[in-house]
């Protein structure tokens, strides 16, 4: 799984691919902690979380927009994804975890917000690829 920070007019985009959807997940992820830090301390503790949705790129929007919400709660920076994506019937759920960087150890640059402007979660040839804007 790989993801590359892409420029964008006033926000910063992040593309990722992976081999599995729940690791293209992960890897838009570690790009949207790249996006806010770009140093990142050992120190944390993991914590798990489940979102549920409707479709993919809902799933994908909801668990990015997840994680800005446990860092704004948490008061710490979610690094070190995992995740597992899984359908049943209409509903999509991703299981994951992150490694929770206390706010106070690293100097954090602050995403407001995951957008839909020019989202993309798409399969290829070789897996999965997304491409997302978070409003800085």
Request: glycine share 4%; aromatic share 0%.
């Given at each position: 799984m790989s993801y590359w920070l892409r420029d964008h007019t006033a926000d910063v985009?992040?593309?990722a691919e992976s081999d599995s959807l729940g690791g293209v997940f992960a890897a838009v992820a570690d790009g949207?902690?790249?996006t806010m830090c770009e140093e990142i301390p050992a120190?944390?503790?993991?914590f798990s979380l489940s979102v549920e949705a409707e479709g993919r790129d809902a799933l994908l929007f909801d668990y990015l927009d997840q994680l800005i919400y446990e860092r704004d709660?948490?008061?710490?920076l979610p690094v070190d994804h995992e995740a597992a994506v899984s359908r049943m019937g209409d509903r999509w759920t991703v299981d994951a975890s992150a490694r929770g960087v206390p706010l106070?150890?690293?100097?954090?640059?602050?995403?407001?917000?995951?957008t839909y402007s020019e989202f993309e979660l798409?399969?290829?040839?070789g897996g999965w690829r997304a491409y997302v804007v978070f409003d800085v």
């Open positions: 985009a992040v593309e949207l902690a790249a120190a944390g503790e993991r709660v948490r008061s710490v106070e150890a690293v100097d954090a640059r602050e995403i407001k917000a995951v798409e399969r290829t040839d």
